[in-house]
Structure formats: C-alpha cells, structure tokens
C-alpha cells in the first residue's frame, strides 16, 4: 500500500497520514524527518543535502527525490508507506513517477484532504501553542481548561506566527500556486481519491480506510 497525503497546510493530512501508519503498520514518511535522519548519520545524500540548506538554499527537486527513494528502499516499506509532504510540485512529482516506473513501481493512492480555504484560516487561527511544553490546543475543538494557559506546564498559550491569519493566507497562495496542480496530475494517473476534510477526524479517518479497502 504505496499512498501519497494531498490537502492544504492546516487541512490535516500529517494527522490522518499518522492515523494511517498505525493503522496498517506502514511507515509515515515526512521530507524533514528524511533530511534530518540523513544529515545526522552524514549519509551521502545527507552532506549534498546539508551543502543547500547551510546556503539558505532549497534542496534540489532530484536530490530530494533521491533521498526519498532512499527512504522507501528500506526494509520496513516492504509492505508499502505513506508520503506526507512530498512531492509539493509538479516536478517532483514527475521525478517520483520516474524513479518508481524504474524500479518496477507505482504509488496506489494519492488521497486528498479537501478543506475550503476558509475553513482552515477559522482552524489555524484558533491554535494555541505552549512554547514551554510543546502541548497544542484549539480555543473551539481542543480548549486548554484555563483560558490562556497550558493544562500540562501551566505556561501561557500562544497564537505562533505560523497560525496568524496574514501567514496562513500566503501559505494557501503558495500552495494553490504550486502545489494544488498535483490533484490533477494524480487524477490523470487515476489514483487520486479526495476526502471530506471538514468532518470531525475520526471521520475523514473512516472515508480513508473505506478507500483503503475498497
């Protein structure tokens, strides 16, 4: 089960992409925890890696392909993974086709987590974050029980920059720019498959495994 996670940020697809994992014992697999795991065992295509991002630089498209394809060579992706986070481009995209259709391989699925834009301003804008403990809260769908302050440390919530309408707004136009295309790209391939990303997650859950077991 090869499945790639599709959907704007704040949609919640690194959460349904985790759900995934555990569910069917498949690895969940992220660009930055690959560059992470390759820079700190000063692998090969790590130190190339490390060449562009100490430079400011993005990581080349074909560079990133490789460490992906890296990733998914190791044993525990014998039964299949999911991508979370790659490909965000067309090119990417196509370089992931290309190296798969060499080895013999396609993805299953492209499955993506629909949300309307303003639906995820609403939901980004009501995080709050501790920046002491890390614990995250939601003022509508996970309230802290003191307003303003963490349940865990007791330390005051934050809005992170991140989450602030005016950054949430660029974020969606870069997306919509560059990474939206996609949806078409795995639709000409015939394996897109969209969800309802504005239920409640144990439901987008279950219209995923439906998918998953059809």
Do not use: W
């Not at 014992?25 to 190339?48: M, Q, V, Y």
């Not at 014998?78 to 196509?94: E, H, K, M, Y």
């Not at 504005?198 to 998953?212: G, H, R």
Request: aromatic share 6%; charged share 25%.
């Amino acid at each position: 089960m090869k499945l790639i996670m599709l959907g704007a940020p704040g949609a919640g697809k690194g959460t349904q992409a985790k759900q995934i994992a555990k569910a069917y014992a498949i690895p969940h697999i992220s660009t930055g925890d690959i560059f992470r795991a390759n820079i700190k065992n000063n692998t090969e295509l790590g130190k190339k890696a490390k060449t562009y991002m100490d430079a400011g630089q993005l990581v080349p498209d074909e560079l990133t392909c490789d460490l992906v394809m890296d990733r998914i060579h190791q044993e525990d992706c014998s039964n299949g993974f999911v991508l979370d986070g790659f490909p965000r481009t067309i090119p990417q995209a196509q370089a992931l086709t290309k190296a798969l259709e060499a080895d013999g391989e396609t993805m299953d699925y492209a499955i993506d987590v629909d949300v309307p834009d303003d639906n995820i301003v609403k939901r980004m804008g009501g995080r709050r974050a501790c920046l002491n403990c890390g614990a995250t809260y939601h003022v509508v769908s996970i309230p802290p029980k003191k307003e303003g302050i963490c349940d865990a440390c007791g330390s005051e919530l934050v809005l992170r920059d991140d989450d602030k309408p005016e950054t949430v707004q660029e974020r969606l136009r870069v997306y919509h720019e560059q990474t939206q295309p996609l949806i078409s790209y795995y639709e000409e391939q015939g394996i897109l498959r969209s969800v309802d990303g504005t239920v409640p997650m144990e439901a987008v859950f279950a219209s995923i495994q439906k998918i998953l077991e059809a």
